[in-house]
């Protein structure tokens, strides 16, 4: 009898889809505990292994030296736990419905690890969930770290995935340890050691013919290593492109059933073609369809994208989709183009020449970049933190300078003029608001969506202030209200910011004079308009920054622009001091405690 689902399951959408699924659930575990043991060596590390899972934990996962220490360099406080000279580090998670075998078993492990048999150099263990968090860290910030790394060489995923059973993961780390010594290269590991599942990152530079034959002299040896420990090239990720064209060595004999299997569900070859079967007429090189290749250059495009800096950026982005589960846009739109892969994407196709610079003229090309409402989750949520925000900025200010801003983006974006009138004719502003016939006729004139609330405005407006007394507090405050604050909710945001910062020893002063932060100029492209403003900011602000005065932004999209945008407006040590001393009140405050 055929077992469908096993076949199935790993097949990589080579022979069919899934459209539905059982899932068996689980209650939750009551209790839980964590402990961070630290070895001198990997061997060290893979014997503590096959040990630690004799006592049944939940989970086992190892970070290696490289890691460590760049969470050390950056004096990340994951790694206050670790002595300085270890070559890695194991969480062991345990958890269960009875507390006192759980602590019991982390103690017992521990114990054995480091005083028994002395393989473990240190050990910490928690009960308590914060505490866990803490001892987490150290694997959580691991991944992070590893893909924002700097230079040329990067971490690639080409070995990433090999898997032995866990009594072979002690030969396993001394044959990887051999391979990347004898081609001379630097790798991270970091992984699921309880299943002898290892994410191995060699550093490589796939622009370096060099280096690239190196990718496929240690996918061929590492593949090598895996088949004599009866392992796999592939425990979590799949095989995908990278690794088909290893598979017939993997499977020897049996690779031929595969291709049959393969036919038998799709004679058409129309399912995920060219993974794990490969293409009879054109077998593939691991090194095949590199998103930068040896072959891989720039061109020079006459575009804001010929700055190293942009280019750089356009090229930090690995394709990786995580922006699928975070970006607003394509949540709401499930359209790819929506995505920040696709601006990166498009983007690089025109820097590598593949697409002609004129298309950032485009209307298509320009719909693409409007898809981000520069909310700026890339910058922490993307792996890579791709500034995909700045870059989609830069292309539609392009677009802008050569195209002209229509009529809606100037108007929607003049929020200090629409927002100080407003302000000066409230109530009548606000009643005009709501008369229908009149609200009808802007949403005509602007293109406004008919559900969409405009701000309803205040008198009198919160335009300057100074604190009566206390210039010798203890923090001087240069609160930059923003308009929002300052025309809508004056009694609200902006004298309650004022109100608590006072309340905290703050002396509080808003210059006269200030301007709208620019961001919604930044954000749709009008980058002239936007730097004018942010000037004519700078010159006021910065001079108090001399006094010692620090600025506090009550409304983050302000705090944002002073921070971040400012200084590539601008680009002068006035902007950046601005930004460097531009605080969000919220940490602002959690700073003062
Ligand atoms: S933009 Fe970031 S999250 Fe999206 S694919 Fe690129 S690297 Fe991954
Ligand atoms: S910054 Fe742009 S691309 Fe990134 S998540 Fe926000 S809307 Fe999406």
Redesign the pocket.
């Given at each position: 009898r055929v077992r469908l689902t096993r076949l199935l399951a790993g097949s990589e959408g080579t022979l069919a889809l899934f459209v539905e699924a059982k899932l068996a659930i689980r209650d939750a575990p009551r209790f839980r505990s964590v402990a961070l043991l630290s070895f001198a060596s990997l061997e060290a590390l893979g014997e503590a292994v096959e040990r630690a899972l004799g006592f049944g934990p939940s989970g086992v996962e190892m970070i290696d030296r490289t890691l460590l220490e760049e969470l050390r360099r950056l004096e990340h406080p994951a790694v206050g736990f670790l002595p300085s000279e270890v070559e890695a580090a194991l969480i062991v998670e345990f958890d269960g419905d009875d507390e006192e075998e759980v602590r019991s078993l982390t103690r017992r492990l521990v114990e054995r690890l480091l005083r028994e048999e002395g393989l473990a150099v240190e050990g910490h263990f928690a009960f308590d969930p914060k505490e866990q968090e803490r001892l987490l860290a150290v694997r959580k910030a691991s991944v992070p770290i590893l893909y924002r790394a700097s230079g040329r060489r990067k971490p690639l995923s080409f070995v990433e995935d090999g898997t032995v059973a866990p009594e072979h993961l002690p030969a396993y780390l001394r044959g990887l340890r051999q391979i990347l010594g004898k081609h001379g290269v630097h790798a991270a590991i970091i992984g699921h050691a309880g299943n002898g599942n290892l994410h191995v990152r060699p550093f490589l530079d796939l622009q370096d013919p060099e280096d690239l034959r190196k990718v496929e002299a240690i996918a061929e040896e590492v593949a090598a290593l895996l088949k004599t420990l009866g392992g796999s090239l592939s425990g979590e990720h799949g095989d995908g492109l990278v690794r088909t064209p290893l598979l017939p060595k993997m499977f020897g004999d049996l690779y031929p059933l595969l291709g049959a299997i393969k036919r038998l569900f799709d004679p058409k070859g129309l399912l995920n073609p060219g993974k794990i079967v490969l293409h009879p007429e054109a077998p593939l090189r691991i090194t095949e369809f590199l998103r930068y290749g040896a072959e891989y250059r720039r061109v020079p495009t006459g575009t804001p994208f010929d700055e190293p800096l942009w280019a750089e950026e356009i090229e930090?982005?690995?394709?990786?989709?995580?922006?699928r589960d975070y970006c607003p846009v394509f949540l709401a739109t499930g359209d790819e183009a929506a995505?920040?892969?696709a601006k990166?994407n498009l983007l690089r196709a025109v820097i590598r020449g593949d697409l002609p610079p004129s298309i950032l003229l485009s209307e298509e090309f320009k719909a693409v970049m409007d898809l981000c409402v520069n909310c700026r989750l890339?910058l922490t949520?993307?792996?890579?933190q791709?500034n995909?925000p700045d870059l989609c900025i830069q292309a539609r200010g392009y677009y802008v300078t050569h195209r002209g801003q229509t009529l809606q983006n100037r108007l929607l974006a003049e929020a200090q003029w629409t927002s100080r009138l407003g302000s000066l004719a409230a109530p009548w502003a606000n009643s005009a608001n709501r008369f229908i016939p009149l609200r009808r006729l802007v949403e005509k004139g602007i293109g406004l969506d008919h559900r969409r609330c405009l701000p309803l405005f205040q008198r009198p407006a919160f335009l300057t202030y100074s604190s009566p007394d206390g210039w010798l507090a203890r923090h001087r405050v240069l609160y930059f209200p923003g308009c929002f604050a300052s025309f809508s909710d004056p009694q609200g945001e902006a004298w309650a910011t004022v109100e608590v910062l006072e309340r905290n020893g703050c002396f509080v002063l808003t210059p006269p004079g200030l301007r709208c932060c620019g961001v919604a100029k930044v954000t749709v492209g009008s980058l002239e308009e936007a730097r004018d403003d942010a000037e004519r900011n700078v010159r006021i602000l910065s001079p108090w920054l001399e006094e010692g005065f620090l600025i506090v932004a009550s409304a983050a999209s302000c705090g944002l622009a002073l921070k971040q945008d400012y200084p590539h407006l601008l680009g002068t040590p006035e902007a950046r001091q601005v930004a460097e001393n531009t605080w969000d009140v919220h940490e602002f405050l959690l700073m003062l405690k």
């Open positions: 930090k982005c690995h394709g990786c989709g995580t922006c995505t920040a892969r990166a890339c949520e993307c792996p890579t791709v995909i």
